[in-house]
């Protein structure tokens, strides 16, 4: 169910195991446009439309948004479909960054530092282009015997055997015919319809289970747009292709992200040879305008670094600004149900789990838990076993990019959380000054404090050492694990800062 990233991984994975799968999907995926549109043909698509429904891709309404795709994403994807990488780089004008020539990335004010240990390389690319050319791939790669897909066609319901717990299809309508209903039965069935998932509530209708969950506000909202990058004048500033300034609470609630995502050749001598995209965002709820690029402009020479409005005044946009101000963390503790949980059906990626944008971790997040499966069906277990240890595995792979989300997220001055115990009660906590508000104050979690404490101070470290900034990249990137920044080496060092400063012996050892 769902065909976008989770979905496609999950179908390139499972084509190992099972003779047929079938990839329904709510949207007009497959038509003429997406199928068969030219490298120019979609960037227009993607520069001038206001969002991508109007070309029958309507569902997943931060299409447009910028995005990017984390290291141990782009391995998942380029080993699952081999030709994808050079498709992307040849034909579409994707672009490898390296991160010790064209990266800089500061969170809140604290620069990383420039002296990686290793060359690290970013691929850029837009979402759109990545997902359309992703599903071309897919379906170049796997016959409809192998994978077929039905689009234009929304799942309405789980078919359920509830004497032996276990999901034995789903229910379809048709959007082209909305008296057509359709049943599908299946082996095992892959919830993978993002963000607004329904299983919540199919699972408590069916089988009676209340999946305890999390959700946490925070007040994100992006603009993000498309511009040609033109010479600034600066050599330094226009030799930064990816990065900007990470948000980070409580007291830098505005950042700024730019990639590119073509590389084009250009007669104009003041052209860098790149579109890119950016992203004007805040936490908080400090919203930036979309009204105007001057405005916009206007905010970001008042609220950021001068070195953005710079680079901003000498960008050619391309395309409308796009505002998106849905964007929350939301948690599903599937692992909590244990065996309760019923066989055969299984989350994966934004339905199970999602994360403030900000750190660019969902997609990545997808193809992990996708790639997860993959394992579990390498082990040879029974089907019926395989939804409840996916549950586990996949939970922990969540549950890191769960902290590396929602650490910053608590210290968000107007944080907002719910939260919805195994016996269906939400209770609802909103920090605030205001002592007439309806809702209790949350607690922060002393587990938080000490992360935020950690973080805190890993960061101020990683400014001075190339070393920390690079095991901090590899676990942005998800290629590392989060806990390998608590090893000792590292550990100690940020103990020992954090008391340096602490007892104020900075000029003493100095
Ligand atoms: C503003 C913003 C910026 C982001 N930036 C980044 C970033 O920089 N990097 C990153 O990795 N992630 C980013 N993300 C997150 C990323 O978009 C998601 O994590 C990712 O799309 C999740 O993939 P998915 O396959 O789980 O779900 P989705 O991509 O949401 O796909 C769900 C699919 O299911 C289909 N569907 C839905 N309901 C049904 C139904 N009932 N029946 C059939 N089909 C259905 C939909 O049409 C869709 O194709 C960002 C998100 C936002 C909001």
């Known amino acids: 169910m ?7 991984t999950t179908a390139a994975y499972l084509s190992k195991y099972f003779k047929h799968i079938t990839i329904i999907e709510n949207d007009d995926v497959l038509n003429e446009i997406l199928m068969k549109s030219t490298d120019k043909e979609l960037l227009d698509y993607r520069c001038n439309l206001k969002c991508s429904s109007s070309i029958g891709r309507g569902s997943v309404t931060q299409n447009y948004q910028i995005h990017v795709l984390q290291g141990e994403g782009s391995k998942i994807l380029f080993e699952l479909f081999p030709n994808l990488k050079n498709k992307l780089l ?4 994707a672009r490898i960054c390296s991160l010790k020539n064209n990266f800089r ?8 530092n420039k002296y990686l240990t290793e060359d690290l ?4 690319i837009d979402r759109f282009t990545l997902e359309t050319i992703l599903r071309r791939e897919l379906c ?6 192998q994978i077929q897909w039905i689009s234009n066609t929304k799942v309405i319901q789980l078919i359920v055997n509830q004497s032996n717990n276990s999901v034995l299809g789903v229910k379809c309508r048709s959007k082209l015919n909305s008296h057509t209903q359709l049943d599908f039965y299946a082996d095992f069935i892959v919830d993978c319809t993002g963000r607004y998932s329904s299983s919540t509530k199919w699972l408590k209708q069916h089988f009676n289970l209340i999946i305890p969950t999390e959700q946490l506000h925070v007040g994100t909202g992006y603009v993000s747009f498309v511009g040609e990058r033109l010479k600034t004048g600066n050599s330094l500033l226009d030799s930064i292709h990816v990065g900007g300034n990470a948000a980070h609470a409580p007291n830098h609630n505005k950042g700024f992200l730019t990639t590119p995502i073509r590389q084009i050749k250009s007669s104009d001598p003041n052209s860098l040879g790149l579109i890119s995209n950016f992203a004007v965002y805040c936490i908080n709820s400090e919203y930036p305008p979309n009204d105007s690029y001057e405005n916009l402009l206007e905010w970001v ?6 070195d953005y409005y710079l680079i901003l005044k000498s960008t050619k946009l391309l395309s409308p600004l796009l505002p998106y101000r849905r964007a929350f963390d939301e948690r599903k503790y599937v692992e909590l149900l244990g065996r309760k949980w019923p066989q055969n059906y299984i989350l994966v990626g934004d339905s199970m789990c999602v994360f ?12 992990r838990q996708a790639q997860q499966l993959n394992e579990i069906f390498k082990e040879k277990y029974q089907l019926k076993y395989i939804s409840f240890i996916y549950n586990r595995r996949a939970a922990s792979i969540s549950e890191e990019c769960w902290l590396g989300s929602i650490t910053n997220d608590w210290a968000v001055p107007t944080l907002k959380l719910i939260i919805t115990d195994k016996y269906g009660q939400t209770k609802t906590y909103k920090r605030s000054q205001d002592s007439t508000s309806i809702y209790p104050q949350p607690k922060t979690p002393l587990f938080m404090e000490f992360l935020q404490w950690y973080t805190y101070w890993l960061i101020k470290c990683a400014a001075q050492s190339g070393e920390l900034t690079t095991a901090f990249i590899h676990v942005v990137f998800q290629e590392k694990s989060p806990y390998s920044l608590l090893q000792p080496k590292f550990f100690f060092k940020i103990l020992y800062s954090s008391l340096r400063h602490y007892f104020n012996l900075t000029k003493f050892f100095d």
């Open 140 to 145: 170049l790669q796997y016959n409809q015997q």
């Open 301 to 306: 020479k008042e609220y950021l670094p001068i």
């Open 121 to 124: 390389y970013w691929f850029c």
């Open 356 to 367: 403030n944008p900000k750190n660019g971790q969902g997609m990545t997040h997808a193809c």
């Open 2 to 8: 769902g065909g976008s990233f989770g979905g496609m």
């Open 90 to 93: 040849n034909e579409y004008g």
């Open 105 to 112: 990335f500061v969170i809140g004010d604290v620069l990383l």
